[in-house]
């Protein structure tokens, strides 16, 4: 009779402990998926703040990740920020695609040797180092292993200084990263004198080498004292994971 007994209370632990420990699980899924996260970013060189989280759909296809700021230790970029919360699809625990809707870019306070008198006109506007600063932190992103990636509006600073704001960015691993944008805006000089918008912008990244092409626009001046150019560019970027990169810049404005 103790032994009949005893069988529903063994089935009844039996019954917790296969049901329990998933729902557990289940239960802890964005703490089990943000620690897997940190990990993956940290192999990548970034290390993220404690707002760091990832909340995880009912069917675990799709997480929430919070607003964070993360940064690299070396580079010219030094810190990646999500300003509002973005959207990862998943196939398994992997990222699958990011949406994120808003981000800053924040460069090292620090010259892209290569970058000086490489075009006259963006010289000329003051736009030189901005635009060299891009395109190096271009070439260190696609080294980073990040995966179909779109932003709606991305802010590039340098130190606390604007370099360009971008929107509608679209970022494809492969090869080479490649690298889309509906408009890439820059200003420079006291008032915003001077301004470069690139639109309609495609091209790849790998660590050594970057190539946009795209229509530009170049104003100087303020109101009617102000000049106007537009035309196609092309711009090529060699040497980038050295110290000494080159810059070419195809310019018919």
Known sequence: MASSSKKPVVFAVLLVVLV???????????AI???IAVGELEARGLTCDDRFALELSALLDEATLAPTRCTRADG???VIELLEPATVTLEGFEPAAVDAPSIRLVLRDRDVRGGDRWARELSRLGLEQRMAGLIKGLSELSG????PTTVGRAEVLRARDPVATAETVRLTPGDALDAAAGR?????GPG???RLELTSVTGNATRPRVH??????????IGPLSVTRSGTFAVDA???????????LDARL
């Open 144 to 147: 980073m292993r990040l995966p």
């Open 192 to 194: 915003g004198v001077g």
């Open 184 to 188: 890439i805006s820059f200003v420079a």
């Open 76 to 78: 010219l970029v030094e």
């Open 33 to 35: 998926a943000t620690s």
């Open 212 to 221: 946009l092409q795209g229509r530009a626009t170049a104003s100087a001046g």
């Open 20 to 30: 329990g420990a998933p729902l557990a699980v289940w239960l802890a899924r964005g």
């Open 238 to 248: 060699t040497s980038l994971d050295t110290a000494s990169p080159r810059f070419s």
